[in-house]
């Protein structure tokens, strides 16, 4: 008897980087992502296809990658990077052999020569170089379900103005319609980031949003856009409360006397679904939310005690310079770069199957303990960032492959999309969770400290001069040369609230391009401002204006289907 579902959720992002920098920081970012994890997991997708399993797996894509990777100009550059790594590799053979090199170092130069020429053969002949379409063909057969995302990756609760949230959610809702033929029923929220609806101020002392104010929570905006669920982290969970359930269709308040059970006894267990809403006031909107199991995906995130931490598996940290390839396995996942020793591709599949027979064991296991001990099935949710597998952990797309063809014979565990899940298992419970994201203390340290929150001063101040600039320009009266303009300035508002920049800045990775990208999005929000509000005043733009401003649209020219409209506050 089947005692469980697994959803495996990756999360498919990266922040617009197309006409800003190569390498370190630029494209390379997003052909890194393209040859490492989005080539070899549809691989995997469709070989297991071809073996007769579907592989059901759920892979949110956000809306601002999904337009580069359908930009005309990426598949030059993808095509470009693969020569430049192939001409590495055979640079790095020729030197390393005049220098004397172990004849295994020499044979690992010919295998990423290879390695590249395959992902570049895969790209342009099997998949008409578009992973989005390819994306698309699997979910049309049944193969995987694709989700939605914030369309820049905004984080929704630090946003000062709801027409902001509400701009990321209807933009991503049909920039999906565009790619994907079809409306989305499920989102991955940015940093897992949700906040309820109460009395909100900013963090930071920027008018008007400092005075408190009752805002939407983030289920609501969900809701009047159609999508059913999301994910949140375990944590939000664990300090929820039960507000009612169903029955009988009906709703029942947790405050009422025909309430089962007390909040005292509300079990919160991540192996649930549950609905989620700020108050008994359901009918304003209400999503369904998995909930990251934080042991099992600790056992897959975690490189220094999970499974990427394996001593043969190639070495994410060390690279030749030079040609910035890796030759070199883990070793030990606490050793200095120094002691690496040479990677060997013919090493890792037994450790790859013993892997993934150790965590299909414990998801059966956990599930087992589930039934046996409520009599229900545990639904097992464990989301990832889509770039662990093949990027940070090379071998991760097949242990993927494994993990799903082990559990196509499991007695205990079928494999779901959440989208299957959500509509298998409606559950009748209702709760509020509190705010927070699935970031270091489960909070919004990494997106708002001492290091990037001036970034929210500016967004802030931005939101507040397009809101202004809307009530003095009603839409309907805007010529079609200013409304161009207001519509330009909104895409770099958007673009300068993606969360990127702050994460990034935070951990310092690549501190300073986040925080010139960041600069640079708020620098020409406000200059298109400054154009349109002269244009209107005088009707006349210079040559210099207008060159900028063909320069501008082609440098951030992502959602050509954006609506000025689609700023507006929602009203619940």
């Known amino acids: 008897m089947k005692t469980g579902t697994y959803a495996l959720v990756l999360h498919t992002h990266l922040p617009w980087v197309l006409h800003h920098g190569t390498w370190p920081h630029g494209s390379d970012w997003l052909c890194e992502a393209v040859a490492e994890c989005y080539l070899p997991l549809l691989n995997v997708f469709n070989e297991l296809m071809g073996e007769g399993i579907c592989p059901n797996v759920t892979i949110d894509i956000s809306p601002v990658l999904c337009e580069q990777l359908e930009n005309p100009d990426f598949k030059d550059i993808f095509i470009g990077y693969c020569d430049q790594k192939i001409e590495a590799a055979k640079q790095d053979r020729t030197d390393f052999t005049e220098m004397g090199y172990d004849p295994h170092h020499i044979y690992l130069t010919d295998y990423w020569q290879q390695w590249y020429e395959q992902r570049k053969r895969e790209f342009t002949q099997n998949y008409d170089s578009s992973i989005v379409r390819s994306l698309k063909k699997l979910q049309d057969r049944g193969a995987i379900e694709i989700l939605t995302c914030g369309a820049t990756h905004g984080y929704f ?145 975690s490189g220094r005690i999970g499974y990427p931490g394996e001593a043969d598996y190639l070495d994410f940290h060390k690279k030749h310079f030079g040609s910035m390839l890796r030759y070199w396995r883990v070793t030990d996942n606490k050793a200095d770069m120094m002691y690496k020793m040479l990677y060997h591709p013919d090493w890792t599949g037994q450790k790859i199957d013993l ?177 349109a509000e002269s244009f209107k005043a005088s009707e006349y733009i210079s040559s210099h204006e207008e060159s900028y401003l063909l320069e501008n649209a082609k440098r951030n020219s992502l959602f050509p289907e954006l609506n000025i409209e689609w700023w507006q506050r929602l009203e619940f």
């Open 355 to 531: 892997q993934s027979n150790h965590f299909i064991h414990h998801l059966e296991n956990t599930a087992n303990w589930h039934h046996k001990t409520t009599g229900g099935k545990a639904i097992i949710c464990t989301p990832f960032d889509t770039e662990l597998f093949g990027h940070w952990w090379f071998e991760g797309p097949e242990f993927i492959k494994a993990v799903i063809k082990g559990l196509h014979d499991s007695p205990y565990i079928d494999m779901v999309t959440t989208s299957q899940e959500a509509a298998a298992n409606r559950p009748k419970e209702y709760v509020r969770i509190p705010e927070g994201s699935w970031g270091e203390n489960n909070n919004h340290d990494v997106w708002i400290n001492d290091k990037n929150k001036w970034t929210w001063e500016a967004i802030y101040n931005d939101e507040k001069r397009l809101k202004d600039i809307l009530a003095a320009n009603p839409i309907g009266d805007m010529s079609d040369k200013f409304r161009s303009i207001i519509t330009q300035a909104l895409r770099e508002l958007m673009l300068e609230q993606s969360s990127d920049w702050q994460f990034l800045i935070t951990n310092e990775s690549a501190r300073d391009y986040a925080e010139q990208r960041f600069s640079f999005h708020h620098s020409d929000f406000n200059k298109l401002c400054d154009i």
């Open 157 to 301: 609760p630090l946003l000062g103005d709801d027409s902001s949230i509400n701009l990321q959610v209807k933009c991503a809702v049909e920039n999906y319609e565009k790619h994907f033929g079809r409306r989305p029923k499920g989102i991955w929220l940015p940093e897992c980031a949700y906040r309820p609806s109460y009395e909100w101020q900013s963090y930071i002392p920027v008018h008007p949003f400092n005075k408190k104010k009752l805002r939407s929570g983030i289920e609501q905006f969900l809701s009047a856009h159609g999508i059913s669920h999301f994910i949140i982290d375990e944590p939000l969970l664990a300090r929820s409360e039960a507000i009612g359930k169903l029955r009988g269709g009906q709703f029942i308040n947790a405050d009422s006397y025909d309430y089962k059970y007390t909040k005292g006894d509300f079990d919160k267990s991540p192996l649930k679904l549950y609905n989620i809403t700020s108050s008994s006031k359901v009918e304003f909107g209400t999503a369904v939310a998995f909930t990251r199991f934080h042991d099992l995906s600790m056992q897959v995130w």
